[in-house]
Structures are given as structure tokens and as C-alpha cells.
């Protein structure tokens, strides 16, 4: 039994690909549920964001797990399994640390991560699916973020979807003060962008949300209008910019809704940031004439210009992580040589006697020691062999 990491992030997948294996937190324990019910994995716990999906897991063999996941989520696991990376023990506990302390975000160093993994954990461990292995894992984990953040710089300066959406945005518009502003959804990410965007002060901000009374309880903050979602067709092309970040499973605009705002706007043209996963905006509306539609891997490069100004902050978290994974996986491997002993122990005291001394005589107490320490010695995990095809890391 080892302790495995499985899944694809923003560096393996594209967004057509991610957004195909999100789990909503709505159906995250009934997916584990389902996990555990195919018996292919004693622990497990599945993170997922909009730039990875994971499943931190303790098992015999990876291949169900990764198999169940393209079942799971309905499509082709050949299609999956290019872009899915794989790591087992070691590798499983440092992917582990890195992720929860930033190192792994398309946002350097950016905090959100370490929230969403303990909700994640939290739902794990309500659906009963967390063990002694993965609690001490996650734990460890959360307590090296903390170290990380306070011991090194490596969130100074971070720049974040909403602040690249703001600079993309002024590549755009001379200036925004002039700009009316609509943000759909009402989550973090959205909050985050009327923030920086309430910065630069723009003429109006209009916040659309499924939910009227949720919409209006972010709107009261910015000094901002609420409408539904059901009042966009008719409103949509008095705004100049557009953020979204929903958790629909479907687009909520569509290019042909966006084309006849377009004409309604006679030219002027309309920013868009899609920030959600699976996407709220049509992909095929980028080729609209005077729209400008952007995704979260579209502003990958911007959230990662800044990542040389902390180049000796990574240095530093990284070492933080490499004596911390030490430190666990010699727990993990302790686990296997300790009932190892003892049961080798068991084992002797059980031998039976012999009735001719000779025999025994030739048998002293060292030499059966020695077999032992032997043993011991000579206890190491059974490494199972991974699947050609799931080699990919």
C-alpha cells in the first residue's frame, strides 16, 4: 500500500481539458463516496481548483484511481491520460507541500491554494475518507505553508488574477474611470476583482448574480448596482468590461448573446475575463469582431512576470520542503519496518522446539539476532511497478 498524488494541473492540461474533471464542491463527497465504493484506494481526498484536479490517495496500484476519474467524469481515459502526472510516496509528499504553500500555483505564491485544500480535506474527512496516512500528510502539509509564508518573501509582490485582469484591462482603455464594470458571479475570485478594480475608480459597477440577495450583499460593498442573471441579455451591452467567475457547469455567455450586444455597442469595444472553470463564456466568442475574451491561461504569463523578483524566495521555500518531506516520508517508511519487526518477533517466539539439542546447539542466539537485524535491514517498500502509460513525471 503507498501513498500517491494523480491528477493534472495548469502546467499538464489545457483549460478544454481541466474544465472536464472539475468537481464541484456540491458533488465532492459523493464523488469520494464513490471512490471508496470501487474499493480501489483506503484513503483519499480530491482537490479541485481551476487550475488543477488531484486525488491524494493511499492504495495498491494507481491505475484504478486514475481510470475511476475519467469514469467518473465521463470521458475517454486516453484523452486524459497524456496530461495526467503521477507520484508515488516521496514524490506524492513533496508535490503535496509544494501545492499547499504556493509553489505550485500559476499565481506564485498565491494564498487562495492553501484555503481551497483545506476545504477540500474538510470534505474528505466529513465523507469518511481520510485515515491516519493522509491526515498526518495534510497536517504536515498546512504546517509548512505556514512555515513557508513566514520564514520567506514568496508571496511579496505576488500578482494575482484580479491584478492582471486590471493591467490587461488598461491595455485596453486609456483609463477606467470612464468604463462600466460587470462582474458575474459573487465567490472570492470576483470579490478579489471588485477590489482591485473599485481601485481605479470606474464609472459604474454592476454585480450579476444567480442569486439576487447574495449579488446585492457584495454590491453594498462597493457601492455597486445588483441584477440577476436573468436580466443580462437585455443589459449586457451597456458594460464595458466583464469578470466572471461562476461555478455554473455551463457557459453563461454565449457568442451569440455577446455578438448582439457587440452590434449594440456599435464598435465600442468590450474586455472580458473568464476566470471560471469550467468556463462561463463561449470560447468561439473570441472571434467576435471589437470582443476581447480572455481566460485564466490567457493571463498565465502576466501572473508570472514577477516570478525572477523572487527567485531566491523559492530558493528558500524550497529547502524549507526537502527537509520537511525528509522528515515525512522517514514517518511513512517507518510505518512499514516497525510492524515488519514485529511480526518477525512473532514469528520466532512461535518457532517450535526441536527434541534433538544438537539442532538447537547449532543455533545460538546471535545467529538468530542476526537474522533478524537482517531482515530488518533488508525491509524496503514493495515499489509496485507503474503502468507504462501513466509514466509521465
Known sequence: MSLYAIGLNHQTAPLAVREK???????????????????????AAILSTCNRT??????????????????YHRIDVDRMTPHLYFHPDERAVTHAFRVASGLDSMVLGE????????QAVRTAEAAGTVGLVLNKLFQKSFSVAKEVRTQTDIGAA???????SVQLAKRIFPTLKETHLLLIGAGEMIELAATHFAADAPRSITVANRTLSRGEELAARFGANAITLAELPEQLSRFDIIVTSTASSLPILGKGLLERAAKARRHRPVFIVDLAVPRDVEPEARDLDDVFLYSVDDLSAIVSSNLKLRQG?????????????????????SRTVVPTLRRQRGESRRRPRTDEPRARQQVP???????ESGGLGGTGRDARAVPAHLRLS
Not at 365 to 371: E, N, S, T
Open 365 to 371: 542466539p546471535r545467529a538468530v539476532a542476526g537474522v
Open 313 to 333: 524566495a523559492v530558493e528558500e521555500a524550497e529547502a524549507i520542503i526537502l527537509e520537511q518531506s525528509n522528515s515525512f516520508v522517514h514517518w511513512l517508511e
Open 21 to 43: 474533471v472539475v468537481f464541484g464542491i456540491d458533488v465532492l463527497s459523493e464523488a469520494l463516496r464513490d471512490l471508496f465504493g470501487k474499493r480501489v484506494a483506503r484513503e
Open 54 to 71: 488531484e486525488i491524494y490517495c493511499q492504495a495498491n496500484d494507481p491505475e484504478p484511481v486514475a481510470r475511476w476519474l475519467a469514469d
Open 158 to 164: 505576488s500578482i494575482s488574477m484580479a491584478v492582471a
Open 111 to 118: 494564498p487562495q491554494i492553501l484555503g481551497q485544500f483545506k
